[in-house]
């Protein structure tokens, strides 16, 4: 399985290193958006073509597919070119930063057929995926789940402090985590939403705290509070209140209401959950069937996503 990597920054990275660790897959060219830095990391791991076109990246001899990491902003230009040269395409979250965009992804993956997955890493982390199998066994049933999405971005730096071409936003990008497990996670649609969002920064021109409501078909409820002014523990938390126990999952960590540490390093051949999204990528092109997270079930979320924008529009 040859992969054409597009994006050389800190997510780019997070996914070259999850592919040395899948057998039978070679990364042979990589997509960047500045010369030094492509250079850079093309050479750090051994990719032998590197380029800014995404054109010639998907041209080098047997790419099979292309997996997207690159700013928001270009997912949906990208995943479109990538399919329309007749190649799957892995597209990380979100999968665009609009409706009609995800529309029109999803609409190119019916006309190809080709295998199109959206990043959705959170039902591929373990200490989820726990919870999942609870759930379809029918051993619980959420009744709440309260998530902190917290980091500390008053400049607009990435993961690795590095300065951005573009805007991250709490809504379209740290939002659509959470607003996709919860549907997964229930099994239900999302029918109810509301949104709150504090000031806009000066500069940036997003909001950095957000509130939002989720209700599913059954009276689950989850409650997310969003922020880009957390100076403290970053990342995001998620307590699972359930009719048969509270659970709470720091990524790939998980324990029970009082703390105690629940084993999950059994549930997958991994503990990364990256590296389970790109396993579950390469196995759904190789089986011929869709994933788990194609951009088709991912449009749900973008849905509601919308819904809540044009409450906080309004």
């Known amino acids: 399985m040859k992969i054409c990597m597009v994006g050389q920054g800190a997510f780019g990275q997070k996914h070259l290193d999850a592919l040395k660790n899948i057998p039978d897959v070679e990364v042979v060219s990589l997509v960047g958006g ?25 041209a ?6 292309a997996i997207i990491t690159s ?29 009609a965009d995800a529309e029109a992804v999803c609409a190119k993956q019916q006309e190809t057929g080709l295998v199109a997955m959206a990043g959705h890493t959170r039902r591929f982390n373990p200490s989820h995926q726990w919870i999942h199998k609870k759930i379809v066994a029918g051993e619980l049933k959420i009744q709440q789940m309260d998530v902190q999405t917290y980091f500390f971005r008053r400049q607009n730096l990435n993961a690795l402090g590095q300065a951005r071409s573009w ?66 523990p970053l990342g995001s938390f998620f307590r699972y209140i359930c009719d048969n126990g509270t659970y709470l999952a720091r990524y790939d960590d998980l324990v029970d209401g009082y703390e105690k540490p629940i084993d999950v390093s059994q549930v997958d051949v991994s503990m990364n ?8 990528f390469i196995a759904a092109i190789k089986e011929k069937r869709e994933p788990n997270a194609s951009v088709q079930q991912a449009l749900a979320a973008m849905r509601v996503l919308d819904l809540l924008e044009q409450q906080l529009e309004n």
């Open 71 to 99: 700013p928001t902003p270009i997912h949906a230009a990208q995943a479109l070119q990538v399919m329309d040269a007749g190649k799957h395409v892995m597209i990380e979250i979100p999968m665009t930063d609009s409706l």
């Open 34 to 58: 500045t010369e030094e830095s492509t250079r850079e990391v093309a050479e750090k791991y051994g990719i032998p073509f590197w380029t800014l076109d995404l054109a010639e990246g998907l």
């Open 60 to 65: 080098q001899p047997g790419v099979d597919a």
């Open 167 to 232: 805007t991250d936003h709490l809504l379209w990008h740290h939002a659509c985590h959470t607003v996709d497990l919860f549907a997964y996670q229930t099994g239900e649609k999302i029918v109810q939403v509301q949104a709150l969002q504090g000031p806009k920064h000066p500069e940036l021109g997003i909001a950095m705290d957000m509130s939002i409501g989720l209700k599913s078909e059954s009276g689950a409820i989850c409650t997310l509070s969003l922020s880009f002014n957390n100076n403290g």
């Open 273 to 280: 959950g990256i590296e389970l999204q790109d396993r579950e």
